[in-house]
C-alpha cells in the first residue's frame, strides 16, 4: 500500500535562523486534501559520553516549553548547513560539560517528533573521554554536569526523573551493554 502523502502546496507561517514553520495542503493517499503544519528544522546530535569511572555524563537544564528542569545527554543543533554531524556531537560534549572525547561513533539516527518536525538528531556514543574541555557554553544555556552509575540511572529511570526522549534512547544503549 502507497502511504505517500503529496504537498499540494505550502505557506510559510514563521522563519528564523533556527526553524521555519509552514502549513501545506496535502493530497492523502486516498485522494482526499487535508492540512499539516511542519516545523522544519536542521538536525541535532546528541552524545552517549561515559567516563573512565563509569558514570555517564548528563546536563541539566531547564527547558521553557515543558516548564521543568530535565536530565539529558549533551545535544545541540547542527550549526552550518552541512556541518558533520559527527563533529558537532563532540563540540556540543565540550562546550556543555568539562569533558571532550578524541572521537565518536554512530549508534543511531531518529526523527525527535515525526508527528510535525523534520528533525533528524543523531545519538554518537564518545570514545577516550577525559575531563579537559577548553569550551564554554552558549551565552543562553545555563547548565549542571550530573554523572551517574548505571545504577542511579536504572533508579533515575523509574522514578520518571528522566524524561527526555533522546535521551532514554542513549541511556537504554549504555545499559543493554555487556
Given at each position: 500500500?502507497?502511504?505517500?502523502?503529496?504537498k499540494?502546496?505550502?505557506?510559510l507561517i514563521?522563519?528564523?535562523?533556527f526553524?521555519?514553520i509552514?502549513?501545506?495542503?496535502?493530497?492523502?493517499?486516498?485522494?482526499?486534501?487535508?492540512?499539516?503544519?511542519?516545523?522544519?528544522?536542521?538536525?541535532?546530535?546528541?552524545?552517549?559520553?561515559?567516563?573512565?569511572?563509569?558514570?555517564?555524563?548528563?546536563?541539566?537544564?531547564?527547558?521553557?516549553?515543558?516548564?521543568?528542569?530535565?536530565?539529558?545527554v549533551?545535544?545541540?543543533?547542527?550549526?552550518?548547513?552541512?556541518?558533520?554531524?559527527?563533529?558537532?556531537?563532540?563540540?556540543?560534549?565540550?562546550?556543555?560539560?568539562?569533558?571532550?572525547?578524541?572521537s565518536?561513533?554512530?549508534?543511531?539516527?531518529f526523527?525527535?517528533?515525526?508527528?510535525?518536525?523534520d528533525?533528524?538528531?543523531y545519538?554518537?556514543?564518545?570514545?577516550?573521554?577525559?575531563?579537559?574541555s577548553?569550551?564554554?557554553?552558549d551565552?543562553?544555556?545555563?547548565?549542571?554536569?550530573?554523572?551517574?552509575?548505571k545504577?542511579?540511572?536504572?533508579?533515575?529511570?523509574s522514578e520518571?526523573?528522566?524524561?527526555?526522549?533522546k535521551?532514554?534512547?542513549?541511556?537504554?544503549?549504555?545499559?543493554?551493554?555487556?
Amino acid at each position: 500500500m502507497d502511504l505517500t502523502e503529496k504537498k499540494i502546496s505550502s505557506e510559510l507561517i514563521y522563519e528564523s535562523s533556527f526553524v521555519t514553520i509552514s502549513r501545506d495542503k496535502i493530497q492523502l493517499p486516498n485522494g482526499n486534501n487535508s492540512y499539516r503544519v511542519v516545523i522544519n528544522h536542521p538536525g541535532a546530535t546528541c552524545i552517549l559520553a561515559i567516563t573512565k569511572e563509569d558514570k555517564v555524563i548528563l546536563v541539566k537544564q531547564f527547558r521553557y516549553a515543558v516548564g521543568e528542569a530535565l536530565l539529558e545527554v549533551p545535544a545541540g543543533k547542527l550549526d552550518i548547513e552541512g556541518e558533520d554531524p559527527a563533529n558537532c556531537a563532540m563540540r556540543e560534549l565540550a562546550e556543555e560539560t568539562p569533558y571532550t572525547a578524541k572521537s565518536v561513533t554512530l549508534l543511531q539516527s531518529f526523527y525527535s517528533a515525526p508527528g510535525f518536525c523534520d528533525e533528524k538528531m543523531y545519538l554518537y556514543r564518545a570514545h577516550d573521554v577525559e575531563k579537559n574541555s577548553q569550551l564554554d557554553p552558549d551565552p543562553d544555556e545555563i547548565l549542571e554536569t550530573v554523572l551517574l552509575t548505571k545504577d542511579e540511572v536504572r533508579q533515575a529511570i523509574s522514578e520518571m526523573q528522566i524524561k527526555d526522549a533522546k535521551t532514554l534512547i542513549a541511556l537504554n544503549y549504555w545499559l543493554s551493554e555487556k
